[in-house]
């Protein structure tokens, strides 16, 4: 967790002595030659020096963690301080130190009888007016602080932050250390606001003089907004104080320097930026072992949030011993009885859980339960947390009774210390949902689900904005199991409540493909924003987004002898983009995480227009419809068959299509209930369906599908336009642009028939590895034979004659010239036509992997983006001072193509890709429409040569006579269907997009 900095008080005049103490080794040997001497005269009263030998010599101890030697000295030491002075402020200091270990310890009783001692000792001798008195009274509000007694802290900080103020002005660094306690107190009890102005006030005393005063407050404030999910602030201000730390003159040997590295690890975490967190706990973790030692709280704390974070990614082997290592140091050095060993009960028992040992995990919640009553009480967030674990394991169990109590108990806490926008508050309310869900308490569990959406909408509307695309990703892995509970709800309690899902409606229309509409808009707020400067900038970003994307396919040699940093390279690439962000969301048009009602997207239709929308889940697929007829809330239908649908149906269609066999029971599996639902809501059925896919249905070309009654396909029976979202319904103009009409500015490229550098045109197309390649290059095995295409040289100089006879402009690109250049030269072509061989490539099993290249093309290649693409001139003998010829789904989002109406992918398998449920195929779709294309026609199977040819002509030629785009597309495959019947030859192509 990110923990919060306290800074030091500098004394001056009438503050206190600082009781700070620094010491060498030499000077700690010096010190025990003294101590022996003294005990062995034992004459410590007849020398007036022992006892502050013997306090600095306990300070020595405490600093290392020895604190039962630290207690044996500091009691001498007090012994012979009172013997001398009486209880005076000399015997003040000696038991601040003793309260250090008895705080250190667990001992809070004995603590807090020594500071009221401190509290009436200071008052007698210096009155309530000093920097004495302030100071007792700051550490016995730090310890009810720590105790969760908030009522009881809250005026002692207030009484020490106006005696300082008073007597050393508003201006001065004591006065600043009692508003950091109090905001501390305030940002605990969620009190945000008074938190943040006493911070602010803070930070205009130390804005003259950036060092590590100010670096903490910067720290301090990163927890504010932290614990608030303001994470955009708080990555700014723990940047900020990392770098300051960073530059002293420890550098990243600094304490403080660690601490923030393992604050910006749990933010990281916190979003589900998993890949950033590692390197930053494990450089904390180096630091304080090498500078506290591996039995210091802090390497605890560190290897628990390791663990955590394996946790998270499923790298279970590595949780235990962490965790064994973190409960190991806090009862050797801590003890029993200290909340943190607590924690530590807490983290193996949750651990436990995970493998299915609930004896073992009951035990030790109980542990940590009965533990954080007792030290913290009741009312602290630490035994709501016991009582939630336990209450969770209670409910795997079975036993429905002990789990609601339990959770319900600690929902009560957090939302009465940390109020109902706390992120633990959002997690507590998620699991009580699910306890109510299990039993079929839909209404409770409902009630819940609704305190869940609406947290998670808020935090994602707050910092979603300020993540690059790659941290929106991981971001979203975490945060859309929220959403995805919420489905299953709908499912299950849709038959007993049907209005729920208009809930689901909205949702959707709130997460669906939330990642590519934000990164879209965060372009058009850019581009369309006026801003000559940050226009520049996103141009910038994008041309360095692209050299690293060449570097990065590098043979690991290259990469060596060029040395080349492509992780400084990535991160500050990541950094620029998180800028452009930021800044994109200053234009009012760049609301990226809008949430629209379904009510919103019925006012866009027609009578005769109906919208589908798949939600792909776990065990269920769930459609749902809207039309201008719909009334209280949206139709929906459930597949309760969805591991059927993505295998053994999946699988039956793909055999039928290859194999060219007549389908009678594809329809009825993916789209019999859907026409039967369409007939219940309009008999005479809708001219026009938007149908918005999710999961297996990004598979299938839904034209394809052959009704078993009528002996039509839906090709011939129904009107389909694939959409990404029915939110594009209302943010996007649909009035399909007719290309034949605009032709003043037209612009289109032909290429084709690529030399891919093997002119004989071997027939077959291996794949393999290639020594000395990069990554997609081996995994391809350009290194053996490409075929040439002599079809595709056929098809783009028919076209381009269609083009000539219009008199219209085009530019043909064939052989040679047919290159990944000349694609990334393209300024927004209104028509890119490219016929050449895709690819797409499975992700590389970890068996598979034999050598540190064969790592180095596995990492590279679980970026879905990279494995996909098209195969360009000179892709079997790249120039390494050029392209390879090789233009990647992510190279592809780089061309500049934001006036370009439609895209061509005369290629087999252009529309495969990883598909993400909800965020739909990553592949060359998602990177050309990324790009800016409006309209994609892709393949999903390996296209037929001579069929593909006549398709791409018919089309081209309906398309300049000046039918639409779809409607060109829609008579081109009609026209081929009469010569070729089978599905395989004209289905293989789909058109997504405007």
Not at 73 to 79: E, G, Q, S, T
Not at 272 to 298: C, M, S, T
Not at 892 to 905: I, K, P, S, W
Not at 919 to 942: D, H, N, T
């Amino acid at each position: 967790m990110i923990g919060t900095i306290t800074l030091n008080g500098q004394n001056k005049e009438k503050n206190p002595p600082n009781t700070a103490f620094s010491v060498s080794i030499h000077r700690l040997i010096w010190l025990l030659l003294i101590f022996i001497y003294f005990y062995a005269s034992g004459s410590f009263v007849a020398h007036a020096q022992a006892w502050k030998t013997l306090d600095s010599l306990g300070q020595v101890l405490i600093k290392k963690q020895r604190f039962e030697e630290a207690d044996s000295v500091l009691k001498l030491a007090l012994k012979n301080v009172e013997a001398l002075h009486g209880k005076d402020t000399n015997y003040t200091k000696v038991v601040n130190n003793i309260n250090h270990i008895l705080f250190s310890k667990g001992a809070y009783d004995k603590a807090e009888l020594n500071a009221r001692e401190i509290m009436l000792i200071d008052e007698k001798y210096h009155g309530k007016k000093s920097g004495y008195y302030a100071r007792a009274c700051s550490n016995l509000g730090i310890l009810y602080k720590y105790l969760g007694l908030y009522e009881k802290a809250e005026p002692l900080y207030l009484e020490a932050k106006n005696i300082r103020k008073e007597i050393y002005g508003a201006t001065h660094t004591e006065y600043a250390l009692s508003c950091i306690t109090l905001a501390s107190l305030y940002k605990e009890q969620g009190v945000y606001d008074k938190a943040e102005a006493l911070y602010f006030e803070v930070k205009q005393i130390y804005k003259e003089v950036k060092g590590v005063q100010y670096a903490r407050l910067c720290n301090n404030l990163a927890s504010l907004y932290f614990q608030q999910g303001y994470y955009d602030k708080a990555e700014q201000f723990i940047l900020e104080a990392k770098a300051i730390f960073g530059a002293s003159s420890l550098g990243k040997k600094d304490l403080d320097y660690a601490g923030a590295c393992n604050n910006l690890a749990a933010l990281y975490q916190m979003q589900g930026l998993f890949r950033n967190a590692e390197p930053l706990y494990l450089q904390a973790q180096d630091i304080w072992g090498a500078v506290l030692g591996k039995k210091h709280p802090k390497y605890a704390t560190v290897c628990d949030n390791l663990a955590d974070l394996y946790r998270n990614q499923g790298a279970y082997d590595k949780i235990e011993p962490l965790l064994l290592i973190a409960k190991g140091i806090r009862e050797e050095v801590l003890g029993k009885k200290h909340p943190e060993y607590g924690t530590s009960c807490n983290n193996l028992a949750v651990f436990y859980e995970l493998q299915g040992l609930y004896d073992k995990a009951e035990l030790s919640h109980l542990e940590a339960k009965k533990l954080h009553e007792e030290v913290v009480g009741k009312k602290h967030p630490f035994y709501a947390n016991s009582c939630n674990n336990l209450g969770h394991l209670y409910y795997k169990k079975g036993d429905t009774e002990k789990a609601e109590q339990l959770c319900l108990e600690a929902k009560t806490i957090v939302e009465e210390v940390l109020g109902k926008k706390h992120p633990k508050y959002t997690q507590l309310c998620s699991g009580l949902a699910k306890v109510y869900h299990a039993h079929a308490r839909y209404d409770n569990a409902e009630w819940y689900s609704m305190e869940v959406l609406a947290n998670m909408r808020d935090e994602i509307q707050t910092f979603f904005p300020s993540l690059s695309e790659q941290e929106k990703n991981e971001y979203w892995q975490s945060a859309s199991v929220f959403f995805k509970d919420f489905i299953k709800l709908c499912k299950d309690y849709s038959a007993h409540k049907p209005s729920i899902v208009a809930t689901l409606y909205d949702q959707t229309l709130f997460t669906k493909g939330i990642i590519f509409s934000s990164t879209q808009k965060m372009k058009n707020a850019i581009l369309n924003s006026g801003d000559t400067l940050l226009a520049n900038q996103y141009r910038s970003w994008k041309k360095q987004r692209e050299t690293y994307t060449k570097l990065y396919q590098m043979p690991l040699e290259e990469q060596k002898k060029q040395k080349i940093d492509l992780e400084s390279m990535n991160t500050e690439i990541n950094q620029l983009e998180k800028a452009l962000s930021k800044k994109s969301m200053l234009f009012g048009q760049n609301v990226q995480t809008k949430s629209y009602k379904w009510q919103e997207v019925k006012a866009k239709l027609a009578k005769d227009e109906l919208v589908i929308e798949i939600i792909a889940s776990d065990s269920a697929y769930i459609a749902l419809f809207l039309s201008a007829y719909t009334e209280n809330y949206p139709e929906f239908y459930i597949f309760e068959n969805a591991k059927d649908l993505e295998k053994r149906y999946l699988n039956f269609y793909n055999n039928c299509i290859q194999y060219k066999i007549d389908d009678s029971i594809s329809y009825s599996a993916f789209w019999k209930p859907i026409a039967d639902k369409i007939l219940i809501l309009n008999k005479k059925g809708f001219k026009k369906i938007y149908f918005s896919p999710d999961g297996v249905y990004h598979q299938i070309s839904l034209n394809t599908l052959k009704n078993p009654k009528t002996g039509q396909f839906l090709l011939q029976e129904a009107d389909i336009q694939i959409i990404g979202s029915s939110r594009d319904l209302i943010e996007l103009n649909n009035a399909s642009k007719n290309l034949s009409q605009h032709t003043t500015d037209y612009q289109a490229y032909m290429l084709g028939y690529p030399l891919y550098g093997n002119p004989e045109g071997k027939k077959n197309f291996e794949f393999g590895r290639a020594a000395g390649f990069s990554g997609v290059q081996a995994a391809l095995g350009v290194a053996g034979s490409v075929s040439l295409l002599p079809g595709t040289k056929k098809e783009v100089e028919n076209v381009f004659a269609l083009f000539k006879q219009k008199k219209l402009k085009v530019n043909l690109l064939l052989a040679e010239n047919a290159t990944e250049e000349a694609v990334k030269k393209l300024k927004s072509p209104t028509i890119l036509h490219v016929a050449t061989h895709g690819f797409f490539i499975p992700e590389i099993p970890e068996r598979e992997v034999m050598s540190i290249q064969d790592a180095m093309n596995r990492n590279l290649l679980k970026n879905p983006l990279m494995r996909s693409g098209l195969l360009l001139a000179g892709c079997q003998k790249p120039n390494p001072e050029g392209e390879d010829g090789i233009l990647t789904a992510e190279e592809a989002m780089n061309l500049t193509l934001d006036n370009t109406e439609l895209v061509v992918m005369s290629a087999c398998e252009t529309g495969l890709g990883d598909i993400q449920a909800g965020e739909g195929v990553f592949g060359l779709q998602r990177a050309f429409q990324q790009a800016g294309a409006k309209s994609v026609l892709m393949s999903l199977w390996k296209v037929d040569d001579e069929a593909t040819q006549t398709l791409m002509t018919k089309f081209y030629t309906a398309l300049l006579k000046g039918q639409s785009k779809r409607q060109a597309f829609k008579t081109a495959q009609m026209t081929l269907k009469k010569r070729f019947p089978e599905p395989y030859y004209w289905g293989a192509f789909v058109m997504v997009g405007e």
